[in-house]
């Protein structure tokens, strides 16, 4: 069965850095991409970015790009997200996704980590 | 990038009768790789319907896409009480993918 299982909820201040996670399962990691969509409260979803786990080439959303690094670690089987400098509008929900083999839908999606900051 | 306008922003239906939802893009995505989810509150979106009309694995037949171009339909057939939800269409037409602002289900 294949499962995401994103880390826990983050609360941090502005200006911190954060890496969440997401660990994968169930499937043969470095053949997919994996990426990240962002849903602020009571918002919609946007697409921040994606990268292939067997080689780690990450392509970005332009909205995202310089602002989040998307990384992968294939010995471990885990995706990471990251900031170097939160702001409060970076406050939301993060999904981590497995884009299908073929196209870009995403098929399975992690349960979410909540990402607070706040001052 | 390719902006995706879904309508209405609430359907307000009762349960057995037809829900039908647009989703209509800036620009032609002549390929039809445009895909849909639901989500439900509290949980992550699960995938519907892909390539425009494809079901994903396990899902209903009551639920239907169709569409081209730039405009596109999810139809629910009969509702049932599990169908109420957030509705979101995705295109993967052009590099950067983007979702539409979703369409909420809500009961009558």
């Known amino acids: 069965e294949v499962q995401l299982v994103q880390s826990g909820a983050e609360v941090k201040k502005p200006g911190k850095s954060l890496k969440i996670s997401c660990k994968a399962s169930?499937?043969?990691?470095?053949?997919?991409?994996i990426g990240w969509v962002r849903q602020m409260s009571g918002k919609g979803l946007e697409w921040m970015g994606i990268?292939?786990?067997?080689?780690?080439?990450?392509r970005y959303s332009p909205s995202f790009q310089g602002q989040v690094t998307i990384s992968a670690d294939k010995s471990t089987n885990t995706a990471y997200l990251q900031w170097s400098n939160l702001k409060a509008s970076d406050t939301a929900i993060y999904y981590c996704?497995?884009?299908?083999?073929?196209?870009?839908?995403?098929?399975?999606w992690g349960q979410g980590t909540l990402v607070t900051v706040s001052s | 990038e390719i902006v995706l306008a879904q309508s209405p922003d609430t359907l307000s239906l009762s349960p057995g009768e037809r829900a039908t939802l647009s989703c209509r893009a800036s620009?032609?995505?002549?390929?039809?790789?445009l895909a849909w989810y639901q989500q439900k509150p509290g949980q992550a979106p699960r995938l519907l319907i892909y390539?425009?009309?494809s079901r994903a694995t396990g899902i209903p037949d009551r639920f239907s896409g169709s569409g081209s171009g730039t405009g596109f339909t999810l139809t629910i057939s009969r509702l049932e009480p599990d169908d109420f939800a957030i509705y979101y269409c995705?295109?993967?037409?052009?590099?950067?993918?983007?979702f539409g602002g979703g369409t909420k289900v809500e009961i009558k």
């Open positions: 996704v497995r884009r299908t083999g073929s196209i870009w839908v995403f098929d399975y």
């Open positions: 169930g499937y043969n990691f470095a053949d997919y991409w």
């Open positions: 990268v292939f786990a067997g080689d780690s080439d990450a």
């Open positions: 620009q032609s995505i002549t390929s039809g790789f």
């Open positions: 390539d425009a009309s």
């Open positions: 995705q295109q993967y037409h052009s590099s950067t993918v983007t």
